[in-house]
Nanobody
Framework: QVQLVESGGGSVQAGGSLRLSCEVSELTFGFFAMGWWRQPPGKQREFVAGIGWRGGSTNYRDSVKGRFTISRDSAKNTGYLQMNNLQLEDTAVYYC???????????WGQGTQVTVSS
């Protein structure tokens, strides 16, 4: 059974940093594009960042550009989201997901909470 397990969430003050990890098992990680999504309290889930299956192309939502960096290590079957200069509005449950098509996401993790306080 395919599993995506996020870790690295927690509570941090505004301006701080966190690094999320997404460990993937039971499939060939290198064949999938990966994305990070988040769901702020009371809001719909939104796209945060994506990276191609070879890791060469990345894209971000405007509000995190210059602060967040997505990366992947196919040898470790793990993806990452480095989050710097965290803001209150970054508070959300963060999910990693995999896409075989580059359009829709086939597999999702269970989510990890990120809470930013002033």
């Amino acid at each position: 059974q395919v599993q995506l397990v996020e870790s690295g969430g927690g509570s941090v003050q505004a301006g701080g940093s966190l690094r999320l990890s997404c460990e993937v098992s039971e499939l060939t990680f290198g064949f999938f594009a990966m994305g990070w999504w988040r769901q702020p309290p009371g809001k719909q889930r939104e796209f945060v960042a994506g990276i191609g299956w070879r890791g060469g192309s990345t894209n971000y939502r405007d509000s995190v550009k210059g602060r967040f960096t997505i990366s992947r290590d196919s040898a470790k079957n793990t993806g990452y989201l480095q989050m710097n200069n965290l803001q209150l509005e970054d508070t959300a449950v963060y999910y990693c997901a995999l896409s075989s098509s580059g359009k829709e996401y086939d597999y999702w993790g269970q989510g990890t909470q990120v809470t930013v306080s002033s």
